[in-house]
């Protein structure tokens, strides 16, 4: 470990919404960030960057960067903007937003945010303080991965579950709906170095992604289906007598009642649903039971069709069936945040609420902002800062139908004029990874991982914090948490008193850059070995009794549950997409391709998309189509296609593959809707899936034509 940093290098933190969350090497002379490395020291980062993140100085220094407070002087969505002062920005802001509380109260102004930056301070922090004391709408966050939290939880509780470092002593390995190659590369170069001493790696997905093409096994069910796959591996394991009968007995709840329900989910059953073969599934199922330490890493597209997080629920249930906890690098693999000791009252002050303040889905946007959703107060302004919904959110046509409105008054915090800030009133420039302090939340790691402000922000960017400080200053609040500076809000946003942090401080992050939480090394940790799992009892939960929806901390607000949400079966079962020609045969007549959106490699969700030697790299916007579907339709390779549904429609160069099956066509996600014509989510839905009002990207009917 580095115990002194060298003259000019700092201790950095990839701040994106990847799990990876790298701790990186920042070189910088006179203020100026001139390279950035891998920390070679970091287990999980062991020197490399991803092809997005390599180059980071060039997307700090990029010339379409924004530098100043900028003011709308065109129509909406022109992006003619005009320089004005600091001093001007804020006081338009908060002059416009006392008018609208004067007239319509402060609900009618919402916050719109995500993990742009993953930081504690310049992430999750300030914003959420900020709007809960100025009374506004709550927005509830369901981006990615709420489905999944909402069916772990209720499984297994908040376990950091299988640390993605053991899967070195693994033996068989499911990556099950998750591109690692792409948006997990530094746990697949584990999974590679395992596979190599002799572990098979299956990799489960509804399209030969690259991780499916470096697997021993790829197991490709149609979108939406894995359900039925892993209720028949259930049945299966079941049947052939696999079941880890004393694990089951000690450790689990509700064995009897999983039996009688997977009763009728044979292999031959789910064949026809999920398009794998009925032995395939069987042998699958055998392997998976008795060849330990068996490993399952699921990845967020799992939860992404209407029966998600009963999917998630079938899944996690698997590991306890065969007794795969029982071994260092056996068992499932969600999230290993849980453990993460973060103090989010803290950090987000949910206690700021007012009784009784609505909520809106981020995901639901467009609706609430076109009136669709019926609200009273209308949403009069929208404050946008670490995320954008026009390319990232679904019925993307009526987000941006809701930001031309005239009488929206629209504040985007950005580093470019993405397409969300495009429709802006007001711009203001934020400060970027180097030029801030920080520690980077990770969900894909057990180490806290910490970022050292080392380099001048450009022009007049401040950090997002400084933002919400200056705006909470203007406003009056008096509460302390609004005049921290940033490492005093380090101080207080972690429990550095906590098990898990035991001989951590901030200091030593300064010196060392990252820590290992104090949860078991990979090597020895088999957190569920004897059961011990966080939940009321103790077990695992295949069945939980008296559930209702909702939607799980952490990346939501902790707040208390506003609307008590609908019974959740007690038992995992297959409940398959809305949108499938067994579900919905008229619609499937219109629109018969099942399209899938997963992440682009080149970019990292919409970031990085503007630019262009990643742009090169990426490639233009396309749709990947079998050669039968290509047929019927005319299409030859490189023709420009439109891909419609009655949501809207996009535009992209055909790419003619057999890497997709008959049926089902894959776009990736993070074009620039400003740059091209229409993007992925143009067409996708904004409908929840089954459980932690999740997103249904995956549930998604549409058909490719040609465009001329
Ligand atoms: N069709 C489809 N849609 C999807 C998905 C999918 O698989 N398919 N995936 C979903 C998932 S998993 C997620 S997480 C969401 C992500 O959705 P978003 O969080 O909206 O993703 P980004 O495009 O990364 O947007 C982040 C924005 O924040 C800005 N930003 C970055 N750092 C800072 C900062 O420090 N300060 C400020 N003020 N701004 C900053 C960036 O410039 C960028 O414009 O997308 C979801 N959308
Ligand atoms: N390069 C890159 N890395 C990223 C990101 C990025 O934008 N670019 N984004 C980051 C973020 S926010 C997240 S959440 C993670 C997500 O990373 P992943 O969990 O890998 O998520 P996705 O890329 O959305 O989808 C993963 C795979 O699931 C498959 N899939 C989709 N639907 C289904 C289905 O119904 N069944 C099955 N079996 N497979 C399905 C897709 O074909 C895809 O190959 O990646 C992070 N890392
Ligand atoms: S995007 Fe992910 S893989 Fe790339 S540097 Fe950041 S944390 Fe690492
Ligand atoms: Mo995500």
Redesign the pocket.
């Known amino acids: 470990m580095n115990e002194i940093i060298q003259d000019g290098v700092f201790f950095g933190g990839c701040p994106h919404?990847?799990?990876d969350t790298c701790s990186m090497l920042f070189e910088v002379r006179d203020g100026v960030l001139q390279s950035v490395r891998g920390n070679p020291d970091h287990p999980m980062t062991r020197g490399g960057l991803?092809v997005?993140l390599k180059d980071y100085e060039k997307r700090h220094y990029h010339p379409d960067r924004i530098l100043y407070p900028m003011r709308r002087i065109g129509p909406k969505g022109s992006k003619q903007f005009q320089r004005i002062t600091w001093d001007e920005a804020l006081n338009e802001i908060v002059a416009r937003w006392k008018a609208i509380i004067a007239e319509y109260g402060p609900q009618a102004i919402i916050p719109y945010s995500y993990l742009g930056h993953q930081g504690l301070v310049h992430g999750l922090n300030g914003g959420d303080a900020f709007f809960n004391k100025l009374g506004a709408t709550v927005c509830e966050r369901t981006f990615?991965?709420e489905g999944s939290c909402t069916a772990w939880l209720l499984t297994v509780g908040p376990t950091a579950g299988l640390d993605p470092e053991s899967y070195i002593h693994s033996k068989y390995i499911v990556i099950?709906?998750?591109?690692?190659v792409?948006?997990?590369l530094h746990h697949w170069a584990i999974v590679r170095d395992a596979q190599k001493n002799g572990a098979k790696v299956v990799v489960?997905?509804?399209?030969a992604?690259r991780t499916a093409k470096a697997a021993d096994w790829h197991i490709c069910?149609k979108?939406?289906t894995?359900g039925a796959l892993a209720m028949a591996l259930i049945n299966s394991i079941i049947e052939q007598g696999l079941a880890d009968r004393d694990y089951v007995e000690k450790y689990t709840v509700g064995f009897e009642e999983l039996r009688e329900r997977a009763r009728t989910c044979t292999p031959e059953w789910a064949e026809p649903i999920t398009g794998v073969a009925a032995a395939d599934i069987r042998k699958l199922a055998y392997e998976l039971a008795t060849e330990q330490p068996a490993a399952i890493r699921m990845?967020?597209?799992?939860e992404?069709?209407y029966g998600g997080g009963q999917t998630i629920r079938a899944v996690t249930c698997i590991p306890a069936l065969t007794g795969a906890w029982r071994h260092v690098g056996g068992g499932v693999t969600q999230f290993p945040v849980w453990e993460h000791p973060y103090k989010f009252d803290v950090i987000c002050r949910p206690d700021l609420i007012p009784q009784g303040t609505r909520v809106v889905n981020n995901l639901q946007i467009g609706r609430a902002l076109t009136g669709e959703i019926p609200l009273d107060p209308p949403i009069m302004s929208m404050m946008c800062w670490n995320s954008n919904p026009v390319t990232q959110a679904p019925e993307t046509d009526k987000i941006v139908a809701g930001l031309m409105r005239e009488d929206l008054f629209l504040v985007s915090a950005e580093h470019f004029i993405s397409d969300t800030a495009s429709y802006a009133d007001i711009v203001l420039p934020a400060s970027m990874g180097a030029e801030m302090e920080d520690m980077i939340l990770s969900w894909g790691h057990l180490y806290l991982t910490y970022n050292a402000k080392c380099a001048d922000s450009p022009g007049e960017a401040i950090p997002n914090n400084e933002i919400f400080r200056r705006l909470a200053a203007r406003f009056g609040f008096e509460e302390e948490n609004f005049k921290w500076t940033d490492s005093e809000c380090l101080e207080h946003y972690v429990d550095w008193n906590s098990p898990a942090c035991e001989g951590i401080d901030l200091d030593y992050l300064r010196r060392h850059g990252y820590a290992r939480l104090k949860v078991g090394t990979p090597d020895d940790r088999a957190p569920h070995k004897e059961g011990n799992f966080p939940t009321p009892t103790g077990k695992c939960h295949f069945l939980v009794e008296g559930a209702k929806n909702f939607v799980a901390p952490p990346f939501r607000q902790m707040y208390e549950d506003f609307q008590p949400g609908e019974d959740i079966d007690p038992l995992p079962n297959y409940v398959g997409p809305r949108e499938s020609h067994a579900n919905d045969p008229e619609l499937a007549k219109r629109f018969p391709l099942n399209i899938?959106s997963?992440?682009?490699?080149g970019?990292?969700?919409s970031c990085y998309a503007n630019m262009e030697q990643k742009l090169q790299g990426q490639g233009e916007q396309f749709v990947m189509i079998n050669q039968r579907d290509a047929d019927v339709r005319g299409i030859v390779n490189g023709d420009r296609v439109q891909v419609a549904n009655s949501r809207g429609a996009f535009k992209a160069v055909a790419r003619i593959t057999d890497d997709v099956k008959f049926g089902v066509v894959?776009a990736t996600?993070?074009y620039w809707r400003q740059l091209n014509d229409g993007t992925v989510n143009s067409i996708s839905s904004a409908a929840f899936t089954d459980m932690g009002h999740a997103p249904s990207f995956?549930d998604n009917l549409v058909e490719v034509t040609r465009a001329n």
């Open positions: 919404d990847c799990p991803c997005k990615c991965g099950w709906a998750c591109n690692s792409s948006t997990n489960i997905d509804a399209y992604s069910p979108p939406g894995d990845g967020v597209a799992l992404r069709h899938v997963p992440k682009s490699h970019f990292l969700n894959v996600l993070g995956s």
